[in-house]
Structures are given as C-alpha cells and as structure tokens.
C-alpha cells in the first residue's frame, strides 16, 4: 500500500500541492491525510476516490492506480466498496483477486457468496435457467447491499433466458431494498446498476419516455462509471432504431467509444454486443454498411450481412449451424428475414410477445404490415 501512497505523494509534489493545502481540497484534516499517506492505517475509500479525483486526469490513469489501491486494502469497508466496484467498472480479474485473497475473512462471506456467481455471470460460465436456479437454491444475507445485488442478478437471468415479463417482480424488492442502504459510494453504485436494468426493462415494454429518462440520468450522473454509462447510450441508441435509425447509429457508436476509452477488451461479451447492435441498425436499414466490423459481431449479425451482402452460400451455412445449436428469437427472425419466410417471422412475433421482448416485436410488425398480412 505504501508504494500506492507514494504515487499519490509523488502526483502531489508535481502539481504543487503542500499537504496542508491537498488536506484542505479534501475536506479532511491535514493529519487524517498524512497518517493515511504513510500508511499508520489503510486511506478510506472516500478519502483515496477525491484523491484520484484531484491528482489523475486519465480515466486510464485513474483505473490503474484504484486496481492497485484495492489490491492491497485489508480493511472490511475497503474491501467491500471494492467488490462493487468491480463489477461497475468491468474489474473482473480484480474481483476474482479479492475473493480469492480475502476468502477467509468471515465478516466479507456474506459479500462474496454474491459475487462469485455475479462474476460467473461476467466470464459467461453461468448465465439463464442455470444461474436462475443456482441463486433459487441459496440463501443470501439480509443486508440491503447483498439484497440489492440478488435482485439484478436473478434480473440478469432472467433476460438470459429470456424472460422479461417476470423481471417486474424483482424491481420493487431492488427499489425497497435499495431505500435501506445507507447512503455513500455503495448505493451510488448501486442506483447505477439497478438503473441500468429498470432502462432495458422499460425498452422492452416499450415505455420509451421512462426508457429515455432512465438513460439520460445514467449518462448525466456525476458518477463517472463509463462502462454503465456506455450501455445507456446502447440502451438510448436501440430505443431510437425505429423512429430515427440515424440517431441510433449515433449513440450506439457512442457506446463502442466510450468502453474503448477504457480499452474494453475488443472480444468482450458487451463490446461485441454493442458492435453487434450497431450492426443490426445498419443492415437493417442498410446505412454505411462498409463500416461494420465483421471481426467484432456474433454470428447472427454476420450470417445476414454475408446474406444480403457478401458471401450467400456462407450465411446460409452460418444460418444453419445456429438452426442445428436452437435458435433463440433473434436469430430466428434474421434468418426468416432473409429467406422471405413470413410463418417465421409470426413465430417469432409469438416468442418475442411471450418472452416480454414487446419492442423487438416492432421489427416482425414492419415486415408483415409491408407485406399486407393483417395483425392481430
């Protein structure tokens, strides 16, 4: 920790900052501060983010340093702000570390009987029906921040799955549980995450105003959480894909630059979603398709770009190899698109209806109403 605290001394020195005169920037005393910087106890949290604030202005900067403050911390209240902010900024080899680290202080199992199945969630090891059924099975602590965590976690499977129409009963118990965190870094985190599911709940029930609203107060927030951040904007850009497929495009590119600020992983299962998204809107609408990254989109968007535009033979062949593992929804529809099948494209009107996917239905609408069939 000590080497940790010199690189905030040595940042410090550089911009002309006395200790009495850092102290004050802070809000905290000036010999607060300095047993901090020499380490007599572990900086809080608190202190360490205004720091960081004050001293780095590269979010890369900011990143690295924080990854190596919380790899040392050994206080529980450290630790646990940790944990959450791991997941918030995509830290996921960092919350792998703490957990494995950390494992045998008892006062921090509550915390982490949750996060190893979020993080399971993170590297695609546990997701749907199976993760559903591993949270359904455990018993998880009263305290609100394991509360809050539980309830987007069973949020996340069941969009896995997907099934979006029983989302809604966990949003109230996120809400209630969220009103009894005591205020500070964790809730902030907290609102952020149970903020971004209530906006993808909204887009799926077509409630756009509330959609919208959500994603602006994400983007907005004083909270700099550009990973969260970054999927409002892809969260914004899909709510826009009908009405104004520009303006899609625009705040869906905005996404993919704001993880790239934060070198996202390029193969990355939300960087590729994005791509894939921003993908979607440009075939659909065949807008720039040369800018799309076929390198960086799941099979589904890259069998109808070789379809209409490239290679038909393989992207019926890439069509038959998602046709031989099941199709979900998605790719159902894009095949049936491409091959003109409408009794498909009614199926898939039927899945999307069932799973609570009602806006993705408006893509099978506008096809069967352009080819005059009469919609229930």
């Not at 105003?209 to 850009?237: H, V």
């Not at 038959?320 to 498909?344: A, H, T, V």
Request: charged share 25%; with cysteine.
């Amino acid at each position: 920790m000590q080497q940790v605290m010199n690189e905030l001394l040595s940042r410090m020195d550089s911009l002309g900052y006395s200790r009495r005169g850092f102290a004050e920037k802070l809000k905290v005393s000036r010999e607060k501060l300095r047993r901090g910087l020499v380490c007599e106890y572990e900086m809080d949290v608190n202190v360490f983010f205004n720091a960081i604030d004050l001293l780095f202005e590269k979010q890369n900067e900011k990143r690295t340093i924080t990854r190596k403050y919380f790899s040392e911390c050994e206080s529980i209240s450290n630790i646990e702000v940790g944990l959450i902010y791991c997941q918030v900024q995509g830290e996921y080899d960092l919350m792998n570390f703490l957990i494995t680290k950390h494992e045998k202080k008892s006062n921090l199992g509550i915390f982490f009987s949750i996060y190893k199945l979020f993080n399971k969630r993170n590297k695609n090891e546990l997701r749907g029906k199976e993760l559903y059924n591993e949270l359904s099975s455990k018993r998880f602590s009263s305290n609100p921040h394991c509360q809050v965590m539980v309830n987007i976690l069973f949020m996340l499977s069941l969009a896995d799955m997907p099934n979006n129409n029983a989302i809604i009963q966990y949003v109230d118990a996120m809400e209630h549980n969220l009103e009894k965190q005591e205020q500070g870094i964790i809730k902030d985190y907290l609102r952020m995450l149970a903020d971004e599911r209530k906006a993808y709940m909204y887009l799926w029930r077509v409630q756009l105003a509330e959609c919208r609203d959500t994603c602006y107060k994400i983007i907005n927030s004083c909270i700099d959480i550009p990973i969260i951040q970054a999927t409002a904007f892809c969260c914004l850009g899909e709510s826009y894909q009908f009405e104004s497929p520009y303006k899609s495009i625009e705040y869906l590119s905005k996404a993919i630059e704001k993880l790239e600020e934060v070198n996202v992983p390029l193969k990355s299962q939300k960087y590729v979603a994005f791509q894939s998204t921003l993908a979607h809107v440009r075939i659909n609408y065949e807008i720039n398709i040369k800018e799309i990254d076929l390198s960086a989109i799941h099979k589904n968007e890259k069998a109808s770009y070789e379809y209409k535009f490239g290679n038909r033979d393989l992207g019926l062949a890439l069509f038959k190899e998602m046709e031989i593992e099941g199709f979900s929804p998605f790719q159902r529809f894009s095949y049936s698109k491409c091959i003109g099948d409408l009794e498909g494209i009614k199926q898939v009107l039927l899945e999307f209806e069932l799973s609570g996917l009602s806006f993705y239905g408006q893509l099978c609408k506008n096809i069967l109403m352009s080819k005059g069939e009469v919609l229930q």
